[in-house]
């Protein structure tokens, strides 16, 4: 891509009526739990916006500053899990009688809420995240969102303070105040929806809100230096959003090829649950992360996935055409119709449930094994798109693979990686590097197959340096006489199945399609 930038296009983009991205600002208030109240949790989430201010005053929870009007995405107040033993009331404007109140919610809730706005915005808008220090409420929230997607002023270098050594970020107040004119964090005082016109200084009071909005207001302003001085990332997103339903653009993805991805609910630590009192228009199941406690018994934690399978889809959709990963475009879980035989039939799934933005949600006939049927389905997808699998195995040495892997991972975070290996044990004892090969789920020879894969994802490298991890430590190992790694081409794809089934990832590979674990697809996200 050139290096010429076009600032007129630059702009448009970075206005708050493109279509295709929205800027969100976000900021949490923390409560201090535990001894002296050192340990922060959650008290308060807030997410806003900017829109182009075209009448003279707001309405609701809006209101105008600079010619924007600010829009509340979001705003909850959140029930610490554990004592409350400091407020802070100085610094988080909040209090023991405001957490007693009814309109108070679990941190899960929270969690999931935040997450289905940052996936993508309620008109399908991908979200670039704007904040002050936002590594301090991404661990509260114990969420992440992609680094490229991700603008913090605290450390934006024009906003930080330097020194002989080093540079250190400043406090959101004294950037608002010195870039913005406008005073926050002022006693206690919240003013948010007064605007002092005539002198054309604003003074808002103290809480997340007027955190949020701040550090996008700072953003806005520097916006086109600082997209420019990282190079533009965002430029990409100036192209025109995939839909695959038009015939046009869904003729060039299928010159292309496109991408399903299979999640194998079987066989990972996955949960189906019905929301009982869910509205028109939200789904009507919800699928949870399980973690084993002690015991047999088995936890729920609160985290949908449902949001996060969106946002791979999403996501991939600005997958450049000069790569050679195809984009996935539809995502399908499946479940076993046993688990399901005692279930209500209100409760109980259907068949096919269309959860939305090419989300599926698929349930086996009870006499049916759903590894059978994921295999029938890598089939198809090759078969429809005239793929063959591939005549001749190409063998690499571990070296080779290293070398590969670390391919594309540029500064620029971009990839140009064309291959794929897949790692297959063919001999060797129980204990040989046990420890790796269980981490592999290659335990026996001939038995089981890992992929190797690059950056699935255009501007998201986290999955291929895993993979480049994964490569070392095998090479560290010294175990090239009892591991093959095949080499395969990633124009090929049509198919990747997410499972922990070893005898499922053999069966799949065989049929020419890509294996991911359970930590890889964490990895992926």
């Known amino acids: 891509m050139s290096n010429h930038f076009d600032h007129a296009a630059h702009a448009w983009l970075l206005d708050d009526r493109n279509e295709h991205i929205m800027f969100v600002g976000m900021d949490c208030e923390?409560?201090?739990?535990?001894?002296?109240?050192?340990?922060?949790m959650l008290a308060r989430c807030s997410l806003v916006t900017l829109e182009r201010a075209e009448e003279e005053e707001g309405e609701g929870r809006e209101m105008l500053l600079n010619n924007k009007r600010v829009k509340v995405l979001y705003d909850a107040y959140v029930k610490p899990s554990k004592n409350v033993t400091d407020y802070r009331t100085q610094w988080s404007g909040i209090t023991k009688e405001r957490l007693q109140r009814n309109d108070v919610i679990t941190l899960g809730e929270c969690r999931m809420n935040v997450l289905q706005i940052l996936s993508s915005s309620p008109d399908g808008r991908i979200v670039v995240l704007v904040g002050h220090a936002l590594k301090n409420d991404f661990e509260v929230l114990n969420i992440q969102h992609p680094p490229h997607l991700t603008r913090d002023t605290a450390w934006y270098r024009p906003f930080m303070r330097p020194t002989r050594k080093r540079f250190y970020s400043r406090k959101l107040s004294e950037l608002t105040r010195e870039h913005l004119g406008i005073i926050?964090?002022?006693?206690?005082?919240?003013?948010?929806?007064?605007?002092?016109?005539?002198?054309?200084?604003?003074?808002?009071?103290?809480?997340?809100?007027?955190d949020a909005t701040s550090a996008l207001l700072l953003y806005h302003k520097v916006s086109l230096e600082w997209e420019l001085g990282l190079g533009f990332p965002l430029r990409k997103y100036m192209k025109k959003r995939v839909n695959v339903n038009h015939s046009e653009e869904s003729s060039k993805r299928r010159n292309r090829g496109e991408v399903t991805l299979y999640l194998d609910g079987c066989n990972l630590p996955i949960g189906l649950k019905y929301r009982k009192n869910y509205k028109d228009g939200d789904a009507k199941f919800q699928l949870i992360s399980k973690t084993k406690a002690m015991g047999n018994k088995i936890v729920q934690t609160p985290i949908d996935w449902i949001p996060l399978l969106q946002l791979i889809i999403s996501c991939s959709s600005y997958t450049s055409s000069s790569r050679a990963v195809p984009p996935i475009t539809k995502i399908c879980v499946f479940f076993d119709g046993k688990m399901f035989s005692p279930v209500s039939d209100g409760a109980r799934p259907k068949k096919f449930n269309d959860l939305g933005d090419g989300l599926y949600l698929e349930v086996s006939d009870e006499s049916v094994e759903v590894d059978d049927v994921l295999v029938e389905r890598v089939i198809e997808d090759r078969t429809k798109d005239n793929v063959c699998l591939p005549k001749k195995k190409v063998c690499l040495d571990i070296d080779h693979v290293v070398e590969e892997l670390s391919n594309g991972l540029n500064s620029n975070g971009?990839?140009?990686?064309?291959n794929f290996v897949v790692v297959k044990r063919k001999g060797g004892g129980s204990k040989t590097n046990k420890k790796l090969f269980d981490k592999l789920r290659l335990r026996r020879g001939e038995e089981g197959a890992f992929c190797l894969v690059p950056a699935l994802i255009e501007g998201s490298p986290r999955i291929q340096k895993h993979s480049l991890q994964i490569a070392r430590q095998l090479k560290r190992a010294k175990v090239h006489q009892v591991v093959e790694y095949e080499q395969r081409p990633c124009k090929d794809v049509r198919s990747i199945v997410v499972t922990d089934d070893v005898l499922l990832s053999d069966r799949i590979v065989a049929e020419g399609g890509v294996v991911l674990s359970y930590g890889q697809l964490q990895q992926l996200i």
């Open 414 to 418: 971009k990839n140009n990686n064309k």
């Open 184 to 210: 926050i964090q002022n006693d206690g005082v919240s003013s948010l929806y007064q605007t002092e016109k005539e002198t054309g200084s604003y003074s808002l009071g103290h809480d997340s809100i007027e």
């Open 30 to 40: 923390m409560v201090g739990v535990g001894r002296r109240g050192q340990e922060s």
